[in-house]
T-cell receptor
Framework: AQSVTQLDSQVPVFEEAPVELRCNYSSSVSVYLFWYVQYPNQGLQLLLKYLSGSTLVKGINGFEAEFNKSQTSFHLRKPSVHISDTAEYFCAVTPNRDDKIIFGKGTRLHILP | DVKVTQSSRYLVKRTGEKVFLECVQDMDHENMFWYRQDPGLGLRLIYFSYDVKMKEKGDIPEGYSVSREKKERFSLILESASTNQTSMYLC?????????????FGQGTRLTVV
């Protein structure tokens, strides 16, 4: 069975500081990896995805994530956050040959002025 | 523009009522999903449909059923609403057979059962 672990439920960070949101997954098959963002009172939207190839993936709004197969991790990073990045971030996997999407429990990013 | 539309943003229902949550997508996607979102628990899959009239249970199907009579519409049914079903419900759709496709989400329905 596949699972996704987001290690931090909440991350406070000062505006213009860097941030890393951690995600680890477990799977017996190869997977595709995603980060979604949910702004207040909205549905989820795709931030970035890893399918294959380069392990560093760039997404929207200056976010990037690095796939590390040996550590089964897919951490999300941004070098300088803005107040508009206040949101909840979800890591997700789609197991190979299966259309189901498995989500982590989410990390709430709080931007401090 | 891609769109997943949930019929209500907010609903208040009484315990024991039969509740229908409707979701429509305009992207001709095969896959549709219903998730429940609760603080600290993330998104939990209730049901998944990969084709018309086809469905599969997710992680928490108890107390729920679904209907997919047309490709674009996926309904979640609470047969007899209970207070522990108070939650945010999110519908999503994706294209089948293309595993790198993203899921598209509706705005969510916040259901309160009193």
């Amino acid at each position: 069975a596949q699972s996704v672990t987001q290690l931090d439920s909440q991350v406070p960070v000062f505006e213009e500081a860097p941030v890393e949101l951690r995600c680890n997954y477990s799977s017996s098959v190869s997977v595709y990896l995603f980060w979604y963002v949910q702004y207040p009172n909205q549905g989820l939207q795709l931030l970035l995805k890893y399918l294959s190839g380069s392990t560093l993936v760039k997404g929207i709004n200056g976010f990037e994530a690095e796939f590390n197969k040996s550590q089964t991790s897919f951490h999300l990073r941004k070098p300088s956050v803005h107040i508009s990045d206040t949101a909840e971030y979800f890591c997700a996997v789609t197991p190979n040959r299966d259309d189901k999407i498995i989500f982590g429990k989410g990390t709430r990013l709080h931007i401090l002025p | 523009d891609v769109k997943v539309t949930q019929s209500s943003r907010y609903l208040v229902k009484r315990t024991g009522e039969k509740v229908f949550l409707e979701c429509v997508q305009d992207m001709d996607h095969e896959n549709m999903f219903w998730y429940r979102q609760d603080p600290g628990l993330g998104l939990r899959l209730i049901y998944f449909s990969y084709d018309v009239k086809m469905k599969e249970k997710g992680d928490i199907p108890e107390g729920y059923s679904v209907s997919r009579e047309k490709k674009e519409r996926f309904s979640l049914i609470l047969e007899s609403a209970s207070t522990n079903q108070t939650s945010m419900y999110l519908c999503a759709s994706s294209q089948s057979g293309i595993l790198d496709t993203e899921a598209f989400f509706g705005q969510g329905t916040r259901l309160t059962v009193v």
